[in-house]
Nanobody, 126 residues
Framework: QLQLVESGGEMVQPGGSLRLSCTAWGATLDYWAIGWFRQAPGKEREGVSCISSSGGSTNYTDSVKGRFTISRDKTKNRVYLQMNSLKPEDTAVYYC???????????????????WGQGTQVTVSS
């Protein structure tokens, strides 16, 4: 069974950078599109970015375009989220999710994802 483990979250100052990792155990990610999501206190989980199984297609929510980059390393069975120019409003628990199939679905369709990690906390504060 596929298991996802996020890492890389920590506290950083505004304008700083972090790289989150989503590592898969128990199965290869080759046939799964992977999404990054976040949930701030008192808010619903929102989609941040997604990458297709091949890595050839990506999408981003408007608030992170130009600042975040999603990528995947098949040799390590891992997906990354590089986050630059971080803002306090990026503070949240970040989760990765896996959806079977080659292509991403719209980021709003969180219920379509089959597997989730436990999350990693990102705090942007001075």
């Amino acid at each position: 069974q596929l298991q996802l483990v996020e890492s890389g979250g920590e506290m950083v100052q505004p304008g700083g950078s972090l790289r989150l990792s989503c590592t898969a155990w128990g199965a290869t990610l080759d046939y799964w599109a992977i999404g990054w999501f976040r949930q701030a206190p008192g808010k619903e989980r929102e989609g941040v970015s997604c990458i297709s199984s091949s890595g050839g297609s990506t999408n981003y929510t408007d608030s992170v375009k130009g600042r975040f980059t999603i990528s995947r390393d098949k040799t390590k069975n891992r997906v990354y989220l590089q986050m630059n120019s971080l803002k306090p409003e990026d503070t949240a628990v970040y989760y990765c999710g896996a959806i079977i199939g080659a292509l991403c679905v719209p980021l709003s369709r969180t219920n379509d994802y089959h597997y989730w990690g436990q999350g990693t906390q990102v705090t942007v504060s001075s």
